[in-house]
């Protein structure tokens, strides 16, 4: 049962699920109606929308890893400095990121995120 999870291990297991490719446990981790502050094109809580960005990056590098260096909390909220390396188009790529998640009853609720390859 997720509810039983620190904010910390579920972030860690969503973490797990996206280098895994397992979207379906990534998403049972993410809550029906979570906010994604960081959605292209403004905030969304449209759950489809979420598997669909998750499944559109792993198809563009479908090696992609995302390795967490420094991880924060404060009470329900995450904060998270990340790393992510692979390939897209043939050329390795890393991005350099940070987000932060308010996380309730074992579940994702909000999500904001920066990033920059490079």
Do not use: C
Request: glycine share 10%.
């Amino acid at each position: 049962m997720t509810d039983h999870l620190t904010p910390a291990e579920v972030l860690s297991r969503l973490t797990e699920a996206y280098n895994a490719g397992d979207f379906d446990a990534g998403m049972a981790l993410i809550h029906p109606e979570a906010i994604d502050h960081a959605a292209p094109g403004g905030p969304s809580s449209d759950l489809a929308a979420w598997r669909g960005r998750w499944e559109a990056a792993r198809a563009a590098a479908p090696d992609l890893t995302v390795d967490v260096e420094q991880v924060l909390v404060d009470g329900d909220m995450v904060a998270r400095r990340l790393r992510s390396h692979g390939h897209r188009d043939g050329r390795a790529v890393e991005l350099r990121g940070m987000d932060m998640v308010r996380v309730r009853d074992g579940k994702l609720v909000e999500h904001w995120a920066v990033a920059r390859e490079g």
